[in-house]
């Protein structure tokens, strides 16, 4: 067995995971169970369908990526994975810790931001956003900088005691972005084949435990802009925003964690501040807007 450290969770699985953090003192029970076998068949009430997921009743969550590929999430404490000998190990880890990972989160109540987080210093930065803001190529552009990844796509929060639960050491990028990063992905496993998008392995002293959150920045690329800035929100405001980046909000809605969701944020935000990024929908000003996200850090 293989035991690892996700979110603050102790996972256990039949056979290695290489993209998660290894958890050396592991306790006797696990909180979730990873096994690799065929997925037995579930004569259950259906609740929701569609070609992508289906769930039932008894907290049980399909997720089908193709004939390829199934995994079968269960009360956010088991996990089966079916994989076909041609499925790669990079994709099964791109479902495994995307789609996946959020339903324990749902399962779980678990409060997950639908962004990247960074340690600067000793707190933690959230960056969020909507998919293509630019969460993980400026993640990745601090990580270059010398600061540390926690999380790549969700950042499990702990509302009451405002911090980051880790994830992972590794973060995926598209070509485009590594091009700009200057990092080469000729060795890079790729999260999805037929798609130009890589793990990128971003620490290798990956520190799992939990960081104080300082701010939570929302992403917003604008066309027309020169240069970046970062506004704060008030609370109103940051509440109505953040709930639209809780991760697959849809989801968390099917699954009744929305009033709970609603709850945590409201807590967080009484104590960390939100701000948004406006910045060119480019890469073009990267390094300015990294030095003005180091300087909120530092402030």
Not at 33 to 42: E, F, G, L
Not at 268 to 290: A, E, G, W
Request: with cysteine.
């Amino acid at each position: 067995m293989f035991d690892y450290s996700l979110c603050g969770w102790h996972l256990r699985s039949d056979s290695p995971l290489p993209l998660l953090g290894i958890l050396n003192s592991p306790q006797l029970i696990p909180d979730i169970h990873v096994t690799h076998a065929a997925i037995p068949s579930i004569d259950q009430p259906v609740l929701f369908s569609s070609p992508f997921l289906t769930l039932y009743s008894n907290e049980k969550a399909l997720i089908r990526i193709s004939s390829r590929l199934s995994i079968l999430v269960s009360a956010g404490q088991h996990i089966i994975i079916e994989a076909g000998n041609e499925t790669t190990q990079g994709e099964i880890m791109t479902f495994l810790l995307g789609p996946a990972l959020g339903l324990i989160c749902h399962q779980r109540r678990a409060l997950p931001l639908h962004g990247a987080s960074v340690r600067i210093g000793n707190a933690a930065i959230t960056l969020v956003g909507q998919s293509g803001a630019g969460k993980s190529t400026t993640a990745t552009a601090l990580i270059k900088r010398g600061h540390q990844l926690l999380c790549d796509d969700i950042s499990v929060i702990d509302p009451l005691r405002t911090e980051v639960q880790p994830g992972f050491p590794s973060i995926k990028l598209w070509q485009d972005a590594a091009d700009a990063l200057t990092i080469q992905t000729n060795n890079l496993s790729k999260a999805r084949t037929g798609l130009q998008k890589f793990h990128y392995p971003a620490n290798l002293d990956f520190n799992n435990l939990p960081t104080r959150l300082q701010t939570i920045i929302i992403l917003a690329p604008r066309k027309y802009i020169a240069s970046a800035e970062l506004l704060p929100l008030d609370k109103i405001s940051a509440l109505a925003q953040l709930r639209t980046h809780i991760y697959r909000q849809r989801l968390s809605r099917l699954l009744g964690a929305e009033q709970t969701y609603f709850k945590q944020l409201g807590q967080l935000i009484s104590k960390v501040p939100v701000m948004v990024l406006q910045r060119p929908d480019d890469l073009s000003q990267l390094d300015s807007t990294i030095e003005l996200i180091e300087h909120v850090a530092a402030s």
